[in-house]
């Protein structure tokens, strides 16, 4: 079986420049995606798209037409990476023909991403309301409109790009609340030409389809009979408690929301990488100088080791690149990673996500949507001894479904005061008999039942 | 400078099921109970477990009545608990796949009817297991096996009038006068006491260590699978006969056997691996495959069915397979409730009555001679594994 140099995970901007740089290098690369395309969520798209949907098309071209160096294995879920000489990863490929398939390689890249983080409130659950990238996804990789009326509702610059794809995509959108008020925190962002001329430009596209922009307020509940019907919009203090009287209800039947993003840490957590604080104080994969995660042979790069944005997530996908074929990066890059690194902890200090998005809760509340765990539940939990998220899966199921608590960690985390413990060991649904089917193990048939 | 925490008569270490139990039987026997815990409830081997209260994979002898004993009890706390623990007496299938393993469950089983285990031949296994695979030799049913859910029974236990529950706190010594325990000293300030009781299961060793005492207790690794959510297709705990041979080996190597069970809340959870390597958490696949293979092959449906999550825990190993339940030979005031293995959650219930009953100085409800913590001898080496 081919055993590769390199197998980078994630096709996104840090996968495909760490691809780019490493077969630019000789290396024998393979780019392992869940993604048919390319793109990974920034750059995501349809087949034959021209780009006009995009930021940053050309950087995106550039980066795509490298994958004819290297082998793109385009599809493969990775359920789980085994650290080893070579590193293996266990994927599935295929989805009603789903099979099993491994990759080998002698050094990893983990580009795997994030995910939309969200926040609970009231209604959160009806249909109608979808995570901030969810929307975007809709548009950007179906060319389809949630909906036709739109509310926007989270924190960060993210929400803008998503507003103006909802009014592209012919969506009439009734407000964008942006739960911060940004101040002078912001100013390092405004001395980055590219970042200010991006923000002009949606400014221009609010302004075009008179979407109305509003910060320091917040969506704290969502109402419907079985699906949105209108969502309560309050202006907020300082710490995001809603102000008393500020309420006001809009009729609409989408709501995107978004308060940041969550990297996907199962594969480097697999692979025995130490994490440590991202620039907002929730885990990330800790790395060095060179881009190298404290496990043997495996690098990170992108939101993987701190939420930064596609820029950030190129210049460390190319410095991991260098590093993993064990060549000196040019210092420029070096710089560029430092300014970007600099303008990423602005941001996260610009658009923190405050305490008060707890006080929109109601004890009937959902917090973990896949077991329908209320808030109440919750608490009681909290009450009688759980002290971290997986304390609050064994005493009330938060966090047990489906979704392994990838939908509700972060809110979880929040309440119990416990960073999120990204342990996953299964990190994509695998069919028993697909699992069975690689059992090489010698047989001892000999351990008892538990208690 | 440690301060004082507000003194009570018994200071249990570990908020696992087997301290919460026997906080639960100290508190009800009528004494102040702290519980200190370092982690948080359930945290450690209760929240690996898959909750099973099992007569069934016990031999004739001392384990087999503590566990009989504790079945009744755990019955009792059942009914009389506010909170659901969820309960469930769905009864064990254990099933043999060959003429001569069944003879040799046979012979167990009769071993354990005379002990007081409630056993039934089954000829045809499927028909109380309508989906397991064709052409077993047979099976025997234990209706006593049940289940609960050990963490939300551990944190009911603890909300016991009387009882104080530390998490988050250490236990780094004890104050000894006269060679007999007067606190109990934690990072964050001393306990006045007269009693500790070491129930730190998996780590009880150090706390032994740190008691000035020594014990036996060595990790076991044991892995579970977890599927998506199915109607009730599996109604009992279901097992390989296999088993029989070897709840007892102390090999370090990998050992498995098949052991499957729905859940009343929908996944089918599949165990179960055993291995002495530590407390090594690094996610082993061949073992999640052998774990997987196995229970296809006991329940063919279970192919195409997906495994959603797994997670891992830490038996607590004694060299002789049995608990560790008695007053240290040696630190006055200092008990022990440790060493359950696998099964814990089953034992628990009996070892708290019996904590409780030592520590009143009442009449234990059985004989405690085989648990008996200086039954090891020393120098210890098994604890340094």
Same mark, same amino acid.
């Given at each position: 079986?081919?055993?590769?140099?390199?197998a980078?995970?994630?096709?996104? %901007?840090?996968?495909?420049?760490?691809?780019?740089?490493?077969?630019?290098?000789?290396?024998? &690369?393979?780019?392992?995606?869940?993604?048919?395309?390319?793109?990974?969520?920034?750059?995501?798209?349809?087949?034959?798209?021209?780009?006009?949907?995009?930021?940053?098309w050309?950087?995106?071209?550039?980066?795509?037409?490298?994958?004819?160096?290297?082998?793109h294995?385009?599809?493969?879920?990775?359920?789980?990476a085994?650290?080893?000489?070579?590193?293996?990863?266990?994927c599935?490929?295929?989805?009603? $023909?789903?099979?099993?398939?491994?990759?080998?390689?002698?050094?990893?890249?983990?580009?795997?991403?994030?995910h939309?983080?969200?926040?609970?409130?009231?209604?959160?659950?009806?249909?109608?309301?979808?995570?901030?990238?969810?929307?975007?996804?809709?548009?950007?990789?179906?060319?389809?409109?949630?909906?036709?009326?739109?509310?926007?509702?989270?924190?960060?610059?993210?929400?803008?790009?998503?507003?103006?794809?909802?009014?592209?995509?012919?969506?009439?959108?009734?407000?964008?609340?942006?739960?911060?008020?940004?101040?002078?925190? &912001?100013?390092?962002?405004?001395?980055?030409?590219?970042?200010?001329?991006?923000?002009?430009?949606?400014?221009?596209?609010?302004?075009?389809?008179?979407?109305? /922009?509003?910060?320091?307020?917040?969506?704290?509940?969502?109402?419907?009979?079985?699906?949105?019907?209108?969502?309560?919009?309050?202006?907020?203090?300082?710490?995001?408690?809603?102000?008393?009287?500020?309420?006001?209800?809009?009729?609409?039947?989408?709501?995107?929301?978004?308060?940041?993003?969550?990297?996907?840490?199962?594969?480097?957590?697999?692979?025995?990488?130490?994490?440590?604080?991202?620039?907002?104080?929730?885990?990330?994969?800790?790395?060095?100088?060179?881009?190298?995660?404290?496990?043997?042979?495996?690098?990170?790069?992108?939101?993987?080791?701190?939420?930064?944005?596609?820029?950030?997530?190129?210049?460390?996908?190319?410095?991991?690149? /260098?590093?993993?074929?064990?060549?000196?990066?040019?210092?420029?890059?070096?710089?560029?990673?430092?300014?970007?690194?600099?303008?990423?902890?602005?941001?996260?200090?610009?658009?923190?996500?405050?305490?008060?998005?707890?006080?929109?809760?109601?004890?009937?509340?959902?917090?973990?949507?896949?077991?329908?765990?209320?808030?109440?539940?919750?608490?009681?939990?909290?009450?009688?001894?759980?002290? $971290?998220?997986?304390?609050?899966?064994?005493?009330?199921?938060?966090?047990?479904g489906?979704?392994?608590?990838?939908?509700?960690?972060?809110?979880?985390?929040?309440l119990?005061?416990?960073?999120?413990?990204?342990?996953?060991?299964?990190?994509?649904p695998?069919?028993?008999?697909?699992?069975?089917?690689?059992?090489?193990?010698?047989i001892?048939?000999?351990?008892?039942?538990?208690? | 400078?440690?301060?004082?925490?507000?003194?009570?008569? &018994?200071?249990?270490?570990? =908020?696992?099921?087997?301290?919460?139990?026997?906080?639960?039987?100290c508190?009800?026997?009528?004494?102040?109970?702290?519980?200190?815990?370092?982690?948080?409830?359930?945290?450690?081997?209760?929240?690996?477990?898959?909750?099973?209260?099992?007569?069934?994979?016990?031999?004739?002898?001392?384990?087999?009545?503590?566990?009989?004993?504790?079945?009744?009890?755990?019955?009792?706390?059942?009914?009389?608990?506010?909170?659901?623990?969820?309960?469930e007496?769905?009864?064990?299938?254990?099933?043999?796949?060959?003429?001569?393993?069944?003879?040799?469950?046979?012979?167990?089983?009769?071993?354990?009817?005379?002990?007081?285990?409630?056993?039934?031949?089954?000829?045809?296994?499927?028909?109380?297991? %309508?989906?397991?695979?064709?052409?077993?030799?047979?099976?025997?049913?234990?209706?006593?096996?049940?289940?609960?859910?050990?963490?939300?029974?551990?944190?009911?236990?603890?909300?016991?009038?009387?009882?104080t529950?530390?998490?988050?706190?250490?236990l780094?010594?004890?104050?000894?006068?006269?060679?007999?325990?007067?606190?109990?000293?934690?990072?964050?300030?001393?306990?006045?006491?007269?009693?500790?009781?070491?129930?730190?299961?998996?780590?009880?060793?150090?706390?032994?260590?740190?008691?000035?005492?020594?014990?036996?207790?060595?990790?076991?690794?044991?892995?579970?699978?977890?599927?998506?959510?199915?109607?009730?297709?599996?109604?009992?705990?279901?097992y390989?006969?296999?088993?029989?041979a070897?709840?007892? =080996?102390?090999?370090?190597?990998?050992?498995?056997?098949?052991?499957?069970?729905?859940?009343?809340?929908?996944?089918?959870l599949i165990?179960?691996?055993?291995?002495?390597?530590?407390?090594?958490?690094?996610?082993?696949?061949?073992?999640?495959?052998?774990? =997987?293979?196995?229970?296809v092959?006991?329940?063919?449906?279970?192919?195409?069915?997906?495994?959603?999550?797994?997670?891992?825990?830490?038996?607590? /190993?004694?060299?002789?397979?049995?608990?560790?339940?008695?007053?240290?030979?040696?630190?006055?005031?200092?008990?022990?409730?440790?060493?359950?293995?696998?099964?814990?959650?089953?034992?628990?219930?009996?070892?708290?009555?019996?904590?409780?009953?030592?520590?009143?100085?009442?009449?234990?409800?059985?004989?405690?001679?085989?648990?008996?913590?200086?039954?090891?001898?020393?120098?210890?080496?098994?604890?340094?594994?």
């Amino acid at each position: 079986m081919t055993v590769y140099d390199i197998a980078v995970i994630g096709a996104g %901007p840090a996968g495909l420049a760490a691809a780019e740089t490493a077969a630019a290098r000789g290396a024998r &690369v393979a780019v392992v995606d869940a993604a048919e395309h390319p793109g990974g969520q920034f750059y995501r798209h349809r087949p034959g798209d021209d780009g006009s949907r995009h930021h940053h098309w050309r950087a995106f071209t550039r980066l795509r037409d490298a994958l004819k160096n290297v082998d793109h294995l385009a599809g493969h879920r990775v359920w789980h990476a085994e650290p080893g000489e070579p590193h293996t990863l266990h994927c599935l490929v295929g989805h009603a $023909d789903e099979r099993p398939t491994t990759v080998r390689a002698q050094h990893l890249i983990l580009a795997t991403g994030a995910h939309d983080r969200s926040l609970p409130f009231p209604g959160w659950d009806l249909p109608g309301v979808l995570t901030a990238g969810g929307a975007q996804a809709l548009w950007k990789g179906h060319g389809l409109t949630a909906g036709a009326r739109a509310v926007v509702a989270g924190t960060g610059p993210f929400l803008l790009p998503v507003a103006t794809g909802l009014a592209a995509s012919g969506a009439t959108v009734h407000g964008v609340f942006d739960a911060n008020r940004p101040d002078r925190r &912001v100013l390092p962002l405004a001395t980055d030409p590219a970042r200010a001329i991006e923000a002009a430009g949606y400014a221009a596209a609010l302004l075009r389809h008179r979407i109305p /922009y509003r910060t320091g307020h917040a969506v704290i509940a969502a109402h419907g009979d079985g699906r949105l019907e209108e969502v309560t919009v309050a202006r907020l203090d300082r710490d995001w408690r809603p102000l008393p009287g500020t309420g006001r209800t809009i009729t609409c039947d989408t709501l995107a929301t978004g308060y940041g993003f969550t990297p996907q840490l199962e594969l480097a957590v697999h692979l025995g990488c130490a994490l440590t604080e991202g620039f907002d104080g929730t885990p990330v994969a800790a790395v060095d100088a060179a881009q190298a995660t404290t496990a043997p042979r495996v690098w990170a790069a992108g939101e993987t080791c701190g939420v930064g944005g596609a820029t950030l997530a190129i210049v460390t996908g190319a410095l991991a690149g /260098y590093a993993a074929t064990g060549a000196r990066p040019p210092a420029s890059l070096l710089r560029r990673r430092a300014r970007q690194r600099r303008l990423a902890a602005a941001l996260a200090a610009a658009w923190p996500v405050r305490d008060g998005w707890k006080s929109w809760l109601t004890d009937d509340t959902l917090i973990c949507r896949c077991e329908e765990v209320p808030h109440s539940r919750v608490e009681q939990a909290i009450a009688a001894g759980a002290r $971290d998220t997986r304390g609050l899966k064994l005493l009330s199921r938060t966090g047990m479904g489906r979704c392994q608590g990838r939908v509700c960690g972060y809110a979880a985390a929040c309440l119990v005061g416990a960073p999120e413990r990204p342990d996953r060991p299964i990190a994509q649904p695998v069919r028993l008999g697909d699992l069975a089917a690689g059992d090489t193990a010698p047989i001892h048939p000999r351990a008892g039942a538990d208690t | 400078m440690v301060k004082p925490l507000g003194g009570a008569d &018994v200071v249990v270490v570990g =908020a696992g099921i087997v301290g919460a139990a026997v906080a639960y039987e100290c508190a009800t026997a009528g004494l102040t109970v702290a519980v200190v815990e370092r982690d948080q409830v359930s945290g450690g081997t209760t929240g690996a477990g898959e909750g099973n209260l099992l007569v069934s994979d016990k031999e004739p002898g001392p384990e087999l009545d503590l566990a009989l004993l504790s079945l009744r009890r755990w019955r009792e706390w059942a009914e009389t608990l506010d909170t659901d623990i969820e309960y469930e007496p769905k009864g064990g299938l254990v099933v043999a796949s060959t003429a001569a393993a069944l003879a040799s469950l046979t012979a167990l089983a009769e071993g354990q009817r005379a002990a007081g285990v409630e056993t039934a031949a089954v000829a045809d296994p499927r028909t109380l297991e %309508p989906h397991l695979r064709d052409g077993t030799a047979g099976a025997v049913h234990y209706p006593q096996d049940s289940q609960v859910m050990p963490s939300l029974a551990a944190a009911e236990l603890l909300r016991r009038p009387g009882i104080t529950v530390h998490t988050g706190l250490t236990l780094t010594g004890l104050t000894l006068t006269g060679g007999k325990i007067t606190a109990a000293v934690t990072d964050a300030g001393t306990i006045p006491t007269g009693a500790v009781v070491n129930a730190a299961g998996t780590w009880a060793a150090e706390v032994a260590a740190r008691c000035g005492s020594e014990l036996p207790v060595a990790p076991r690794r044991g892995f579970v699978l977890v599927t998506e959510p199915l109607p009730r297709m599996i109604r009992h705990k279901v097992y390989s006969a296999d088993y029989v041979a070897n709840v007892a =080996a102390g090999t370090a190597g990998l050992e498995t056997s098949p052991v499957v069970e729905g859940t009343a809340a929908g996944p089918v959870l599949i165990g179960a691996s055993r291995e002495r390597v530590g407390f090594d958490k690094t996610v082993s696949v061949p073992v999640l495959r052998r774990l =997987a293979a196995q229970a296809v092959e006991l329940f063919p449906f279970l192919t195409d069915v997906q495994v959603m999550r797994a997670y891992r825990g830490f038996r607590p /190993y004694t060299p002789d397979h049995l608990p560790i339940i008695g007053a240290d030979e040696t630190v006055g005031g200092l008990w022990h409730a440790c060493g359950h293995e696998g099964a814990g959650v089953g034992l628990a219930a009996a070892t708290g009555l019996l904590v409780a009953q030592g520590l009143t100085g009442g009449k234990p409800a059985l004989d405690t001679a085989a648990f008996r913590p200086g039954r090891f001898g020393r120098p210890v080496e098994e604890a340094h594994a």
